[in-house]
């Protein structure tokens, strides 16, 4: 595994989407590999990572696909497609039980990028047949089950396997139960735990991404928490769109540009 430098040039280009190697966007009915590179060229973009799910302990994505399908694919793609910087990593999905069984999985892929994501923090969560997240924790309200989340995010951080992004910080915002004004995840309500993902994430010399796939508002991560970031020596954020088909790629990247310009220029 060689990642790309942290600190590597990767603007106007989507870093975060899925193709049919993962079970939920295959679910969803995600394009062809072809197909997704001709419409990130039709968008605009110079290029995209492609980060497939690895969840290691959950059900729906483990056993892992076929890697040597996945690279012969991408590696196939990338030769087609010369004008398109294209780099294949996964989105790994940290579980502090699994993390050595996932470092002894992925050690030794011919990884590009690799986004280490929280999916569960919880024991009792699941998704439902609706793709929404439930679980008892919600019932304890937004400190303790944001909490819950924000220390496994923090774990996720010593993680035994190198990676080059943290994932959608504030994921679940996206699922909370909470009616809006209730439901942020704002900075000043968790500032200590925020404070100590920020001092390992710098540490680490890892960056976060502007994850867009949360309805054009920019929350993941929110505003306040990327100038705390930035103060403290954090770079600018690479962008997302988290896109499970080919119609979201590249989604908002416009308004992302020139919210990250707010705090980052």
Known sequence: MKLIDYVADLGNMDCHLHSRFSPDARGAGADAPEEIARVVRERGLRGFIVTDHIDVGHWLNYPPFDFDLYFETWERVRRDNPDLTIYIGLEVGFEEE???ETAKLIKDLPLEYV?????????????????????DEWAHGRIAAYTKYLEAVIASLDAPYPFSTIGHLGFPERYAPYPVGEREMEYGLFKPLFDKIIE???????RFEENTNADGEMRL????????YKAAGGVRPVLGS??????????????????LDGIFR
């Open 242 to 259: 988290d896109a499970h088909v080919s119609a979201s790629i590249g989604q908002h990247f416009d308004k992302a540009e020139k919210f």
């Open 221 to 228: 991560p929110r505003a306040d928490f990327l100038r705390a």
């Open 200 to 206: 390992k994430a710098v540490a680490r010399g890892v």
């Open 115 to 135: 986004i280490n994501s929280i999916h569960y923090w919880k024991r009792d969560a699941v998704f439902d047949k609706n793709g929404n997240l439930t679980g």
């Open 98 to 100: 699994h993390a050595e």
